[in-house]
């Protein structure tokens, strides 16, 4: 009986230890390349993976749960050269430190670029609705009287 229960104590810790080390952390700044300012919301991917990051107004970002293993990223920013850095070592339950000098681009090569973000439908945040209208805006409704202007105002109810 002791066996069993060793045993079984035995592949229990062997199944915690391999699932428990198995990923890390990439994290840094991405700066301008001659002043060293931050560059803010830049894109930084990791290469054949959808893992990846914006940076913040600091110029600051964190890929967390990043597999152990070595990986390329890709720095991209609009009006900036895309940056490429490789052999970024990745070891279990570690934060690899990788900062970026980008080049700012020149007129002639900046690409095309693409932004999509999404946004929630409904903010449980926001409380209330409020749309501010000046006087401008009211004169050029159709209406007779600032009573039938007001009734045609979303939300509003003129009694």
């Given at each position: 009986?002791?066996?069993?229960?060793?045993?079984?104590?035995?592949?229990?810790?062997?199944?915690?230890?391999?699932?428990?080390?198995?990923?890390?952390?990439?994290?840094?700044?991405?700066?301008?390349?001659?002043?060293?300012?931050?560059?803010?919301?830049?894109?930084?991917?990791i290469?054949?993976?959808?893992?990846?990051?914006?940076?913040?107004?600091?110029?600051?970002?964190?890929?967390?749960?990043?597999?152990?293993?070595?990986?390329?990223?890709?720095?991209?920013?609009?009006?900036?050269?895309?940056?490429?850095?490789?052999?970024?070592?990745?070891?279990?339950?570690?934060?690899?430190?990788?900062?970026?000098?980008?080049?700012?681009?020149?007129?002639?090569?900046?690409?095309?670029c693409?932004?999509i973000?999404?946004?929630?439908?409904?903010?449980?945040?926001?409380?209330?609705?409020?749309?501010?209208?000046?006087?401008?805006?009211?004169?050029?409704?159709?209406?007779?009287?600032?009573?039938?202007?007001?009734?045609?105002?979303?939300?509003?109810?003129?009694?």
């Open positions: 009986m002791k066996e069993l229960v060793y045993c079984a104590l035995v592949v229990l810790a062997m199944y915690i230890s391999s699932i428990a080390g198995t990923t890390g952390k990439i994290k840094g700044e991405i700066t301008e390349n001659e002043t060293c300012e931050p560059i803010p919301y830049a894109v930084v991917q290469e054949g993976t959808t893992m990846g990051a914006q940076t913040d107004v600091n110029g600051r970002y964190e890929i967390q749960n990043v597999p152990v293993g070595t990986w390329r990223l890709q720095v991209t920013k609009c009006g900036w050269v895309s940056t490429r850095v490789e052999s970024i070592v990745v070891d279990s339950n570690q934060t690899t430190f990788v900062n970026v000098a980008m080049t700012e681009s020149t007129l002639d090569s900046l690409p095309c693409i932004l973000t999404y946004r929630d439908l409904i903010n449980v945040s926001e409380t209330q609705s409020v749309k501010n209208l000046n006087a401008d805006q009211l004169k050029h409704r159709p209406a007779r009287n600032v009573r039938e202007t007001l009734r045609r105002i979303a939300g509003v109810v003129y009694r």
